[in-house]
């Protein structure tokens, strides 16, 4: 038996140590929490998109009385660019949360679906998707999908 170990790489970021676009984007994440549907939940998320192209699509998370009709914030995002711009791959996600008080502290997490979802995009367009976690407390940046889901299920696990 050999022991192995993942180590990931993620900077933990203040917000004045930000590049403008990544400011922007996180920017546009906060506002589009302000269209998140939850009803149930009471808990509001916001994503934006960057689209290769500077382009910007957000989406925010859409609940449902029958629950797992609903759709969290970053799919919806995500669907959305496909579904409009298949041609661009996307850049990067900024993902922000705010509970029925205010905006997350610490930095949102993903759920493991969604992750899924990011990884495919690295797939389809053959490069990092860049992941801006945001929190009150500070940001966490993730280069690639890959160091928030190793072992990740894609298209070439079911070719060799
Ligand atoms: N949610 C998101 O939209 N994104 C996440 O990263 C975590 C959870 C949504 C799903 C549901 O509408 C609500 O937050 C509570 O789980």
């Given at each position: 038996m050999s022991k192995l170990k993942i180590e990931i790489d993620y900077d933990f970021c203040?917000?004045?140590?930000?590049?403008?676009?990544d400011k922007q984007l996180i920017k546009?994440?906060?506002?589009?929490?302000r269209n998140s549907y939850a009803n149930y939940s009471h808990f509001h998320v916001g994503a934006a998109l960057q689209l290769h192209d500077g382009r910007i699509v957000i989406g925010a998370n859409q609940e449902n009385a029958a629950?797992?009709?609903g759709?969290?914030?970053?799919?919806?995002?995500?669907?959305?660019?496909?579904?409009?711009?298949?041609?661009?791959?996307?850049?990067a996600?900024?993902?922000?949360?705010h509970n029925e008080e205010a905006?997350?502290?610490d930095p949102i997490s993903p759920c493991g679906?969604?992750?899924?979802?990011?990884?495919?995009?690295?797939d389809r367009y053959k490069q990092n998707l860049r992941v801006?976690?945001?929190?009150?407390?500070?940001?966490?940046?993730?280069?690639?999908?890959?160091?928030?889901?190793?072992?990740?299920?894609?298209?070439?696990?079911?070719?060799?």
């Open positions: 203040q917000w004045s140590e930000l590049t403008e676009q546009h994440a906060k506002e589009a929490v629950f797992p009709s759709l969290c914030a970053e799919r919806a995002a995500i669907f959305a660019a496909q579904s409009q711009a298949p041609e661009q791959a996307i850049d996600i900024a993902v922000a949360a905006f997350l502290n679906a969604c992750r899924q979802v990011m990884l495919e995009m690295e801006l976690l945001y929190g009150t407390a500070g940001i966490y940046v993730f280069k690639s999908v890959k160091d928030l889901m190793p072992f990740a299920f894609v298209d070439e696990n079911m070719r060799k």
